[in-house]
C-alpha cells in the first residue's frame, strides 16, 4: 500500500508548514535498532519520507565488502513487512572513504544529491556510518547550504571515545564536520538512554501485526548473537533503541533546552576529539525526551497495525 494509506490509520494531519523533507541513511543490518528507526520515521505523518539509503557497516562486518547490501536487504524486508510500497530505497557506498575528500558515487549518493537540489531544507537522519552523507556533499558541496545532518553518533564531549559510528568511516564524520552542512548531534552518552526491556517490547511492540512481530524477533536474536558481559550498553534482558533519536529531535519542541552550541572538534586518529575553536558551530544534545520518544512510537505502531 501507499505509505499515505498507512499514515490515515494514524489520523494525525499536521500543519503543512510542519513537514519536513527527510532521507534515513542506515546501516540497517548492523544489529537490531534500525528497524525500530526506520519504522519510527515512517509512520510519523509530519515527515516526508522521500526514501532510504543503505550505509554499510565494514569495520564491524570485516571489511567484507557485502555489508551494504546486507543493509539493503533488510531495509527491503522491513518495507515489505509494513506493506509500505511506494517509499523508495537505494544501495549506498560498499565501504569507507579513502581520503576526507573521497567522493564515491552509488545510486544512493546520487539520490541524495538531487534532493538536496531542490527548494528547502534536506533533513538527513544518519543511523550509521557518515560515508553516504559525506560523498554526496564532496561529490556536490553546494548542497551542503541545504542539509541539515541529524547525526546519531561519536562520543561525549569533550574527550570523545572511540564509538561505534565514527568507527566505521572516520573521514566521512570529519568531512561533514568540516562542511556547510547544518548538524544536529547525539553522542553515545545521549543516545545510549533510550532504552527498552525485552518485556516492554514484547509487551507493546509484538502484537502490532507482521512488522511488530520482526522487529522484535530480530531483535531477541540478536540480543543471543550480541551479548557480551563487557559490552556496557547490554545486560540480557535489555536493549539500547539509540536510532530512534533522529526522530525524537524533530519531534521535541524547541523551548526545552536540551541542547547546546559546540565549535565541531578534530577527530583524532584515535577517534578522540581535539578541541577546535576554529571550527564551526554545531548543535549537540544534552538530553532527549526517552517516555515521549518511545511512546509516540508505541502509539504510531499500534494505531498502524495494532488490530490487524
Not at 524477533?217 to 558481559?229: F, G, I, M, S
Not at 529531535?249 to 575553536?277: F, K
Request: glycine fraction near 6%; hydrophobic fraction near 40%.
Amino acid at each position: 500500500m501507499k505509505r499515505s494509506e498507512l499514515l490515515k490509520r494514524i489520523g494525525i494531519t499536521p500543519p503543512p508548514n510542519a513537514r519536513i523533507r527527510l532521507i534515513v541513511d542506515t546501516d540497517a543490518r548492523n544489529e537490531a535498532d534500525d528497524q525500530f528507526a526506520i519504522m519510527h520515521h515512517l509512520l510519523t505523518p509530519m515527515f516526508d519520507v522521500c526514501g532510504i539509503i543503505a550505509a554499510h557497516f565494514e569495520q564491524k562486518a570485516g571489511y567484507t565488502g557485502r555489508s551494504m547490501e546486507e543493509s539493503y536487504r533488510e531495509i527491503e524486508k522491513v518495507l515489505t513487512l509494513s506493506d509500505i510500497e511506494d517509499v523508495p530505497f537505494f544501495r549506498g557506498c560498499t565501504s569507507p572513504l579513502r581520503s576526507t575528500g573521497d567522493a564515491p558515487e552509488s545510486d544512493g549518493t546520487q539520490f541524495l544529491i538531487r534532493q538536496a537540489k531542490l527548494p528547502g531544507k534536506l533533513y538527513i537522519a544518519v543511523q550509521g556510518a557518515m560515508t553516504n552523507v559525506a560523498a554526496a556533499i564532496n561529490a556536490a558541496p553546494d548542497i551542503a547550504d541545504n542539509l541539515v545532518v541529524l547525526w546519531n553518533g561519536g562520543g561525549p564531549y569533550p574527550e570523545g571515545r572511540p564509538e561505534f559510528n565514527v568507527m566505521q568511516d572516520p573521514d566521512a564524520v570529519r568531512a561533514v564536520l568540516a562542511s556547510r552542512a547544518e548538524i544536529w548531534q547525539t553522542d553515545q552518552s545521549v543516545y545510549s538512554t533510550l532504552e527498552v526491556t525485552l518485556a516492554e517490547l514484547k509487551s507493546r511492540v509484538a502484537s502490532c501485526g507482521k512488522i511488530g512481530r520482526y522487529l522484535v524477533e530480530q531483535l531477541e536474536a540478536e540480543n543471543h548473537v550480541e551479548y557480551n558481559p563487557d559490552f556496557l550498553l547490554r545486560t540480557g534482558e535489555n536493549w539500547t533503541l539509540g536510532d530512534n533519536t533522529t526522530a525524537a529531535v524533530l519531534l521535541m519542541n524547541r523551548l526545552r533546552g536540551n541542547w547546546h552550541m559546540e565549535h565541531a572538534p578534530l577527530i583524532r586518529e584515535d577517534l578522540t576529539y581535539q578541541a577546535n575553536p576554529d571550527g564551526r558551530l554545531i548543535r549537540v544534545y544534552d538530553s532527549i525526551d526517552v517516555r515521549m520518544t518511545l511512546e509516540d512510537f508505541y502509539a504510531k505502531l499500534s494505531l498502524a497495525y495494532g488490530s490487524r
